[in-house]
């Protein structure tokens, strides 16, 4: 459909708009330099500038920020707090004394925040210096590649782009660098130097000290050694295989969400052999994030009548992925039977569009299981779906789809064991699955299942 600008540009070309004239048709579709051609050849010029003028006006706003934030004075603290609309650390009250300096106010919060060492501190260290390995430009590459424009920069006001305009114009000269606070193990100490903004949280006493967020401003070189130290250490402890495997904090492919599910696995495979207990330790503020009342809920529930399976039984006859899908408003699933590696059976199946996916993966467990039953044989079944193994799990869900599910399973217990699999991480047989399961649209055995939640 033509915009309004758009007609207008017909209709000044034309003479009578986007519609050919009475008696005009031969004229109006004939050749290039026919009406038709003009005008057509006119909206794509009119929609290539439109697009020129655009872009041009984004690059205007762009610069002109660029230019207003090194002319001012605070760029990143009288910027940040009004567009913030911080409080200000002059209505910091210290022990209700008005009279207090500003300088008094800052070597409190600072004392607070960052307190000093004490007498019974040892800060005496003297580092085993052995063969460090040196820096490659590879690795320089990767973390200058890796910073993000628009970060506050410290002391030196000198911020991410610049070094990566140094690092293009002379690599040696930075890599040489680097390699000298390694080979000496030693980190600069002006890069340590901080530059600290203490921000009001919204609705917050101001005079507590509990109550600002410290932001801490290190120079921006620091930073960068700090991330070449850090990817060597990560290097050295994958290297010597250092982390244990239980350590979910501040990992890559590691979350909260994965601890809770191994947390519960255990739980469910300690249960009926022997006896168990759970330590729980916290940190003021470090899992404030956490969603407690579910996680309470689960454990409450083991207190309960549940169906316990295991993760996987040894000596299993075959191994089973299951995959839910939607595709274009279509949903199905796909059960892959594999024996010795080798997939021997996939089953596919199409639902109604009013299915959901976590109905599909529900719906592709239960058939694997009640084959099991059918076939009198013992199998693994591995899912992808969390939500699957947590609704099966639990103990007081009012579905009638999931209670027929977790009927038909029990029915198989002693046959099945159910794990869950990270999806689309490389697993060869899970990606079976998933691909099977998007060939159910076109190939798949159409099956019922009414409309219900789980």
Known sequence: MQSETEAEVLTAISGHGPTPPEGGTSRWRSGEGSILGIIQSSVNAYRKEMA?????????????????????????????????????????????????????KINYLMDNFFPGPTSEDNVDY?????????MVLEDIEMVINALKGGKAPGLDRIDFGMWRAVFIHDKEFILDLINICFKFIYFPEH????????????????????????????????????????????????RNNIIHHNQYGFREGKSCDLAIHDVIETIKNRMPPEHFALVSLDIKSAFDTMNWPVLFKTFESYDRD??????????????????????????????????????IQNHLFKLNTFNSVPQAELAAIEFAANWAVKEKVKVN?????????SAINSANTRSEFVNKVKSNIFKAKNMLGLSWVKAHVGIPRNELADQQAKLVMTSGEELFIPLGGI
């Not at 003297?126 to 040196?134: D, F, S, W």
């Not at 079944?381 to 193994?389: A, C, E, G, P, R």
């Open 126 to 134: 003297t580092p085993i210096i052995g063969h460090v390995e040196p």
């Open 306 to 343: 549940l169906l316990t399976l295991a993760v996987n039984i040894p000596n299993a006859d075959y191994e089973i992925y299951t995959d839910g899908s939607r595709i274009e408003n279509e949903t199905g699933f796909a059960v892959c039977i594999l024996k010795d590696e080798t997939n």
């Open 191 to 238: 890069l340590r130097n901080v530059r600290v903004f203490f921000l009001l949280k919204d609705g917050k006493d101001p005079g507590l000290c509990t109550s600002y967020r410290p932001v801490c401003l290190l120079p921006t070189l620091g930073k960068i050694i700090e991330r070449l130290f850090l990817l060597q250490l990560n290097k050295w402890l994958d």
């Open 381 to 389: 079944i591995h899912t992808d779906s969390l939500s699957s193994i």
């Open 52 to 104: 020129l003028y655009k872009k041009l006006l984004l690059s205007t706003k762009r610069k002109a920020w660029e230019s207003f934030c090194p002319n001012h004075n605070e760029r990143f603290g009288f910027l940040f707090n009004l567009v913030f609309n911080r409080g200000s650390i002059e209505n910091f009250n210290l022990n209700n004394d008005s009279n207090n300096t500003i300088e008094d």
